[in-house]
């Protein structure tokens, strides 16, 4: 297709599909997702078209937010079945009717059907591409927002591909009517409160008025920022590579080695494996409280759903979500082979134990002092704590064994770090004491 205008008469979606299927020739079946609407079923004819029934399979989601819903899925399974196909439908429950609620529920519910060697196929076109851009721009998305829709990305254990991407809905229309296809018209499409309906009723065909070719530049924009997008990426992975301390630590004093925006560049990438987008405010405050040059214990960056806390020139990323307490286990018998579940983590026993060995199992309180074999004087736990480089934030949940001896009970062991002098000699036991963090494991501690 010529860049700069579109022909509708030359819009094929079945040769479209046809492409797509030598490209793809180890996709094990293929995923149309419909909703009725006159992108969706050009989707589903031109498929029927193209793929055997045997390799389809026609999924529609089911929102349960208009009063026609149920006709929409009536309509569509009677679609399918004209064509020969079944058609799967799933109801959900969006949070709310907002289309962004709606939107993740539709993706959920794809995620349950998707299964290894799926391709899920979308009808988004040109049209959807730059209603997208706009919307993005308008939110103050960077090069990665304003990239809109890809053309193909992962989802879940399958992929996702949007084969009509590069042409108009008038084209995708031309193309229904020669056919004669029928289709539903949402009747909330047409309600401007809406963000998006809002762009693609008001906005959009003012601009296309001005700019007959606003579509095209839009895809040619949004081409242009996937590629940078792309390069970024790259760039962060070199940084990242060099930065990570643990999966869930980067090295400050690297970090602080980069210019702002390839620290910028680098937290973003890390951040968002975790599913979480910073704004540039948040990246500010990273900059200014955590990578300035001492950096308090205490300052704390929090985001949607971690949190970012610095100790000893690391970086750490952490969820927001911690045990609400940590109770004592009483009377526990150890013995070789045990993973104990505990709040804060994993300890698993290891070494050689003729018989277990029953323990308590406490948590940290204030003050507390052991004794080290080889040492005249006690130990302050805090102090332990600091020579074994333990980050505050893991202290409060870190397990203590302690002897079952009612009258004046012993501490043992600090799981993973040291045994004291009461360590009963005949113990062969070791122990691997696991953290949680966003990976489970980003801190190692075994004795």
């Known amino acids: 297709m010529a860049r700069g205008a579109f022909n509708s008469g030359s819009f094929s979606p079945s040769a479209c599909l046809a492409q797509l299927d030598q490209a793809e020739p180890s996709v094990r079946r293929w995923v149309i997702a419909l909703s009725g609407g006159l ?41 399918a079945q004209a064509r020969g196909l079944s058609c799967q439908v799933i109801r959900v429950a969006p949070t709310s009717a907002s289309e962004a609620d709606a939107r993740a529920a539709r993706y959920q519910a794809f995620q349950q059907v998707l299964q290894v060697g799926d391709c899920l196929l979308l009808a988004q076109h040109a049209d959807d591409q730059a209603e997208t851009l706009f919307f993005r721009l308008l939110r103050g998305a960077g090069v990665r927002g304003l990239a809109a829709m890809p053309a193909w990305r992962q989802l879940g254990c399958a992929e996702l591909r949007r084969p009509f991407l590069s042409w108009p809905r008038q084209a995708l229309k031309a193309w229904a009517e020669s056919e004669r296809l029928s289709w539903i018209e949402d009747p909330s499409n047409l309600q401007d409160h809406y963000a998006r309906n809002f762009l693609r009723l008001q906005i959009l065909p003012r601009l296309q008025k001005r700019w007959p070719a606003l579509v095209t530049r839009c895809l040619d924009t949004a081409q242009q920022m996937s590629e940078a997008s792309e390069l970024l990426d790259e ?25 702002l925006a390839r620290q910028s560049n680098v937290l973003r990438f890390w951040l968002r494996q975790v599913g979480q987008t910073p704004s540039q405010a948040q990246l ?30 690391q970086l750490y990323r952490l969820p927001n979500v911690w045990p609400e307490a940590y109770p004592m286990l009483s ?13 804060g983590g994993r300890l698993y026993i290891q070494g050689q134990a003729e018989v277990p060995l029953c323990v308590n199992l406490r948590y940290r309180r204030l003050g507390e002092k052991l004794y080290l074999p080889g040492r005249e ?27 079952v001896n009612p009258s004046e009970p012993e501490l043992l062991a ?9 360590w009963p000699e005949d113990c062969g036991l070791e122990f691997e004491w696991r953290p949680f963090s966003l990976s489970e494991q980003p801190f190692f501690a075994s004795l």
């Open 39 to 79: 992108d969706s079923m050009v989707l589903l004819h031109a498929a029927s078209q193209v793929w055997s029934p045997q390799s389809l399979h026609v999924l529609h989601v089911h929102h349960q937010l208009q009063s026609a819903a149920d006709t929409w899925s009536d309509f569509c399974v009677a679609q």
């Open 235 to 259: 760039l962060a992975a070199q940084d990242l590579e060099r930065l990570i301390r643990g999966r869930d630590s980067l090295c400050c004093l690297g970090l602080r080695s980069l210019s």
């Open 284 to 313: 500010h405050q990273v900059q200014q409280q955590l990578l300035s040059t001492h950096p308090s214990e205490e300052a704390c960056v929090e985001l949607s759903a971690v949190h970012l806390r610095v100790y000893r020139e």
């Open 331 to 343: 009377h526990l018998q150890l013995a070789p082979g045990q993973v104990l579940s505990l709040p």
């Open 377 to 403: 004087h006690s130990t302050r736990l805090k102090h332990l704590f600091q020579a074994h480089g333990v980050p505050v934030w893991q202290r409060e949940g870190w397990p203590l064994l302690e002897s």
């Open 414 to 422: 600090v799981a993973g770090l040291v045994k004291t002098r009461a």
